[in-house]
């Protein structure tokens, strides 16, 4: 498990711009077991691809017009339960960290995996999420 002092700010990335944690399965259930609206969930990570393309690709989707109706996280190597929870929502793609899912009425739409975000720049992957939210939000 990574040290909190060193994921703060990391999550801090995220929840400055209105991304909600899911720190336990419990609170991962009760957002995603939600069969109506949408829901981005962003997988951190403290690999550089999460700080360099896949965060940065997240914040830039907040402000399109069209949106899910929350933006949530959960960080692998530090929230463990809430991650593996998380995962299981996302079969049948294996764990990746980072990742991005879209869910809309409780069933997974879209997802990013991490070799969808590597060498991709943050424009690329924000734009991704753009046509997606145009189709399911």
Do not use: W
Request: glycine content about 6%; some cysteine; aromatic content about 8%.
């Amino acid at each position: 498990m990574y040290p909190e002092e060193l994921c703060t700010p990391m999550r801090e990335d995220l929840t400055s711009v209105g991304f909600i944690e899911m720190k336990d399965s419990d609170k991962v259930s009760e957002i995603l077991d939600k069969k109506e609206g949408s829901v981005l969930v962003m997988i951190n990570s403290v690999c550089g691809c999460a700080a360099g393309n896949a965060r940065p690709a997240v914040k830039m989707s907040t402000t399109y017009s069209k949106t899910p109706n929350l933006f949530t996280t959960v960080f692998a190597g530090q929230d463990i339960g809430a991650t593996a929870t998380a995962r299981e929502y996302m079969l049948p793609y294996p764990p990746s960290s980072p990742s991005i899912a879209l869910f809309k009425d409780g069933n997974l739409v879209h997802f990013i995996e991490r070799h969808h975000i590597e060498g991709r720049p943050a424009e690329m992957i924000a734009e991704n999420l753009k046509q997606a939210f145009d189709e399911y939000c």
